[in-house]
């Protein structure tokens, strides 16, 4: 079909555009909110509260923690990605032993709260979560603030993404952890 000057669109090229102009602007609102637990599998959903006991640090990004119930389960950190300690192809990466370690100091015997965003699971089973310390402080976005970390957004889980970069930016400014110079 050949448009003449001053012919409109035809309005089946115009539905696609207003769809995606839809999906744009629901995904970029701030009325979008999250609840808690946003579509929950049975194992999660059961927990009463969504606390947990720590038990044991596996690296800087995840540990194991146990619920009310006796579950425990492996949690990983959402939005962040600290460097391998024990990674069988990558070894151990530059910093990694002190994120762990920092880790271990900071949650080592304390009990969490978990904030899940909107995929609960990662494909190795781990329970994704923002996890908060019994001061209020958020672990994730601590270990980006103080350089333990880098920001690693894996959509869905989108939530704190704008406020992590904020932090690694701020990091890397002030040259700490990863970022010393």
């Not at 640090?57 to 949690?75: Q, S, Y």
């Not at 990605?81 to 990694?96: D, L, M, R």
Request: with cysteine; net charge positive.
């Amino acid at each position: 079909m050949r448009l003449r000057r001053g012919r409109r669109l035809p309005i089946r090229m115009l539905i696609p555009l207003v769809i995606l102009a839809g999906f744009y602007l629901y995904y970029k609102s701030p009325l979008r909110q999250v609840k808690f637990p946003p579509t929950v599998p049975p194992q999660v959903a059961s927990h009463d509260q969504p606390h947990c006991n720590v038990l044991r640090i596996v690296d800087g990004d995840t540990f194991v923690c146990r619920f009310p119930d006796g579950k425990e389960e492996k949690i990983r950190l959402i939005g962040v990605n600290t460097p391998e300690t024990s990674h069988q192809k990558k070894g151990v990466e530059y910093y990694g032993k002190k994120a762990k370690e920092f880790t271990k100091n900071t949650l080592s015997g304390k009990r969490v709260k978990l904030e899940l965003d909107m995929q609960p699971r990662d494909r190795y089973g781990r329970l994704l979560a923002y996890v908060y310390l019994e001061d209020g402080t958020m672990l994730n976005a601590l270990l980006v603030q103080e350089g333990y970390a880098q920001v690693m957004t894996v959509p869905p889980n989108v939530k704190y993404h704008d406020m992590f970069l904020k932090l690694q930016r701020g990091a890397r400014e002030n040259n700490r952890g990863l970022w010393k110079q």
